[in-house]
């Protein structure tokens, strides 16, 4: 059994010790042991937990969901279903960026035909767009 320091484990799982330090107060990952001179030593069992925790951080999950996930040891159906609320809040989030793009983009468009218009029309443009969305919206409902 191999005996890793804070500065070892966060090295192995590149991550870096403040991390290793935030998820031992999180309590998410606690030392195997702590020295008489109070350092934290680690095993390789707290190595494979830290390599599980930085994947599913990276997978998007809260501390909450790592904590809940590890503590009550569940299944990778509890982790399907937490990533699948992840996927959906991404997609949305990607459908409101592409929303602002599309806005961002017309706006352009518009300044470049009368760039030399004062800033103020900026609002015109926002309510002239606004409208437009409302008209094809409400054509849509004609059918």
């Known amino acids: 059994m191999s005996i890793y320091s804070t ?12 991390t ?3 998820y031992d107060n999180q309590g998410i990952l606690s030392p195997h042991q702590v020295s008489d001179s109070n350092r934290c030593l680690y095993t390789d069992e707290e190595v494979e937990k830290l390599e599980l925790i930085i994947v599913l951080k990276e997978l998007g999950c ?6 809940t996930l590890l503590k009550n040891e569940e299944t990778l159906k509890t982790l399907n279903a937490i990533l699948e609320i ?3 809040e991404l997609r949305k989030s990607i ?4 929303s602002m793009i599309n806005k961002i983009t017309s706006i352009r468009n518009y300044i470049n035909t009368t760039s ?3 800033i103020h029309h900026l609002r015109d443009i926002d309510y ?3 409208e437009s969305h409302n008209l094809k ?4 409902t004609l059918g």
């Not at 500065?7 to 192995?12: E, Q, S, T």
């Not at 809260?62 to 904590?67: A, D, G, L, Q, T």
């Not at 459908?95 to 592409?98: A, M």
């Open 7 to 18: 500065g070892d484990i966060a090295k192995a799982c590149n991550a870096s010790v403040r």
């Open 86 to 88: 992840k996927e959906e």
């Open 116 to 118: 030399l218009s004062p």
């Open 20 to 22: 290793v330090q935030y």
């Open 62 to 67: 809260s501390i909450k969901e790592v904590k």
């Open 128 to 130: 002239i767009m606004k």
């Open 95 to 98: 459908r409101t960026k592409e």
């Open 137 to 140: 919206n409400f054509r849509k």
